[in-house]
């Protein structure tokens, strides 16, 4: 199964939006509605922020949305702080009970 | 609270295989699947593949088919990931993950382990 494609970096100023892409193909992203993003800081444990495509467990900002079209699937970060530089991942079902993440975009705040 | 602790850093020469441990505690360990993710120095997430605590029923990534075995104990509410034949590219942070209670394919991790470095050396 190939990782899904993300682009490898991004960048914003505190307070902009950003938008984080995440392109597979109809036998992953766009066969599911199975998308979930992780936040991973240096040294640290990824941290569950979107799942189902555009659901936030609790705790995390409303700040973060998720969102897919087709094959492609979308994390969105609004108001962008400090604390949110940090890369991000994706990970969608692929079928046959497997999961695959995407390759990672580290998202720099100027 | 809930949380999952990993077993220390680990140093095998290659052809060797390598046992790391997740404890979990402050819920019910059968009620909720577990994943194992790996992560290579510098590199993204690889995810290996899924137990269920309650019958110990797996499924492995394509990749790693033929070279991991993932068990449990329910007795002290730990899972295993166990993989053989070892190689230098083996050399990464290795992650359990708590799943979903009753979606293993949802991709929702939300408590992780503090990681496992293993480290393939010669």
């Known amino acids: 199964q190939s990782a899904l494609t993300q682009p490898r970096s991004v960048s914003g100023s505190p307070g902009q939006s950003v938008t984080i892409s995440c392109t597979g193909t109809?036998?992953?992203?766009?066969?599911?509605?199975?998308v979930s993003w992780y936040q991973q800081h240096p040294g640290k444990a990824p941290k569950l922020m979107i799942y189902d495509v555009s659901k936030r467990p609790s705790g995390v900002p409303d700040r973060f949305s998720g969102s897919k079209s087709g094959n492609t699937a979308s994390l969105t970060i609004s108001g962008l702080q400090a604390a949110d530089e940090a890369d991000y991942y994706c990970?969608?079902?692929?079928?046959?009970?497997?999961?695959?993440f995407g390759g990672g975009t580290k998202l720099t705040v100027l | 609270q809930v949380q999952l602790v990993q077993s220390g850093a680990e140093v095998k020469k290659p052809g060797a295989s390598v046992k790391v441990s997740c404890k979990a505690s402050?819920?019910?360990?059968?009620?909720?699947?577990i994943h194992w993710v790996r992560q290579a120095p510098g590199q993204g997430l690889e995810w290996m593949g899924w137990?269920?605590?309650?019958?110990?029923?797996?499924n492995y990534a394509q990749t790693f088919q033929d070279w991991v075995t993932m068990t449990r104990d329910t007795s002290i509410s730990t899972a295993y990931m166990d993989l053989s034949r070892l190689r230098f590219d083996d050399t990464a942070v290795y992650y359990c993950?708590?799943?979903?209670?009753?979606?293993?394919?949802?991709?929702?991790?939300?408590?992780w382990g503090q990681g496992t470095m293993v480290t393939v050396s010669s």
């Open positions: 137990i269920n605590p309650n019958s110990g029923g797996t």
């Open positions: 990970c969608s079902y692929a079928g046959n009970a497997d999961l695959v």
């Open positions: 993950a708590r799943g979903s209670n009753n979606c293993p394919t949802c991709g929702i991790f939300d408590i």
């Open positions: 402050g819920y019910t360990f059968t009620g909720y699947y």
């Open positions: 109809s036998s992953d992203v766009g066969g599911y509605n199975y």
